[in-house]
């Protein structure tokens, strides 16, 4: 009869907080270069204004306050008629 074989051992804590770090690093650098120029139009590093996520997200954030301006205007108007 064959003995089972043991329990592999886990990766190693330190491979754990190499792999954590890495991964918080990876995640900085996208938010920096993808995520600030594509959502809010804020490019530090120049690569948004490149590739074209700046232009993007200033047109996003130029709609946006025409979207609320619009709102505004319209409970303005609903205010006035309800009167």
Do not use: F
Not at 35 to 52: H, K, N, Q, S
């Amino acid at each position: 009869m064959k003995t089972p074989s043991p329990i592999p051992e886990g990766p190693s804590l330190a491979s754990l907080r190499r792999a954590s770090v890495m991964a918080v690093v990876i995640a900085v650098v996208l938010v920096v270069t993808a995520v600030l120029p594509a959502e809010y139009g804020i490019d530090p590093t120049g690569i948004g204004r490149r590739i074209g996520l700046t232009q993007m997200g200033r047109l996003k954030q130029e709609l946006a306050k025409e979207a609320i301006e619009d709102a505004r205007a319209d409970s303005v108007a609903a205010a006035a008629a309800g009167k």
